[in-house]
């Protein structure tokens, strides 16, 4: 079975791994991507033109022309959950298995969630910024977690986490999720409206589709009071970005953390990040060994199930799989 691993030498090196990359070598013949730029559609045909299996990172696409013109891939294997850039309608059509990923950086994501609630709460980037510069910071009064609210915006296995964290840490907790029933007396199921004017730390873990465009705007800000903090580590695009930045530029919010936005691979946009009351990483919320472990394992063990012509665990088309044997 041949395998191309899509990934560039650097996001083979961050988010896919030594001992991974053996694994998908023992189980498969791997062919590298050595480029330093994303495959687009016409490279990642030319790449992939007597491949069995595509392994792909976030970066590279899964347009639909791709699966027609390339009649001996058998599967798209994405090593990350979100699959919104492939095209599964394409796949399913020409009978290409795709698969995804289940989510391994539910424990990373929240510790950063947790990591920005105490940076902005404390001001500690923006004091090691002047120390750094040799000035001395503003001596400023801090927040402590303890007696403070925090609302989660999307109770998956990330909010999950970080709730149960903030209960240990005495802090009150707010959720809106209109598709979830939550049986914990010590969180607060509320409307969103309720939870963006009661919570002093706003975190947006919802999911990123077409209903959840802009989820965060003009008027979700609006709502948010003036000493509150909004922290984003799902998607760029549940932001409104104009809107955000005119509430911190006004002060109407008290500042802002993010680790994703509408910048390439999901990045903050520097519009946003470079701005003085705001914290921001460059989508680095699941970049840790734990969590990159988890998905590019997952990977070696679809690529085994596939060669065995068996559905694997993640799949996401299998009753349009067609090309399941060579």
Request: glycine share 8%; hydrophobic share 45%; proline share 4%.
């Amino acid at each position: 079975m041949r395998v191309l691993l899509a990934h560039t030498p650097q996001m083979r090196r961050d988010y896919y791994g030594e001992r991974s990359f053996n694994g998908l070598r023992a189980v498969a013949d791997v062919r590298l991507h050595e480029g330093d730029e994303a495959l687009d559609a016409a490279a990642l045909v030319k790449a992939a033109d007597d491949v069995d299996i595509i392994v792909a990172d976030r970066m590279t696409q899964g347009p639909g022309e791709i699966f027609r013109r390339l009649p001996r891939l058998r599967a798209f294997v994405r090593c990350a959950v979100d699959i919104r850039n492939i095209d599964v309608a394409a796949a399913s059509a020409a009978g290409v298995l795709v698969t995804q990923a289940s989510p391994g950086f539910v424990q990373s994501v929240a510790e950063l969630a947790l990591g920005f609630m105490v940076d902005l709460s404390r001001g500690v980037s923006r004091a090691t910024a002047d120390y750094h510069a040799g000035t001395m910071p503003e001596v400023v009064m801090g927040r402590q977690l303890a007696g403070s609210s925090v609302g989660i915006i999307g109770y998956g296995s990330i909010g999950r986490h970080l709730a149960g964290i903030a209960k240990a840490l005495g802090m009150e907790v707010l959720v809106a999720d209109p598709f979830v029933t939550i049986d914990d007396a010590a969180i607060r199921h509320v409307p969103l409206d309720d939870l963006l004017a009661r919570a002093d730390y706003v975190v947006c873990l919802a999911i990123a589709n077409e209903q959840t465009e802009n989820l965060i705007g003009q008027g979700a800000l609006a709502r948010m009071q003036r000493h509150a903090f909004f922290i984003n580590l799902s998607r760029g695009n549940l932001v409104d970005e104009a809107a955000l930045a005119a509430a911190l530029r006004e002060n109407r919010i008290a500042g802002a953390a993010m680790d994703v936005g509408r910048a390439p691979d999901q990045m903050p946009s520097l519009e946003l990040a470079k701005l003085p009351n705001v914290i921001a990483t460059p989508h680095i919320g699941g970049l840790t060994p734990q969590a990159i472990e988890h998905q590019s394992s997952e990977t070696v063990r679809q690529v085994a199930r596939i060669s065995a012509g068996e559905v694997p665990v993640g799949a996401v088309n299998a009753d349009h799989w067609t090309r399941r044997k060579a």
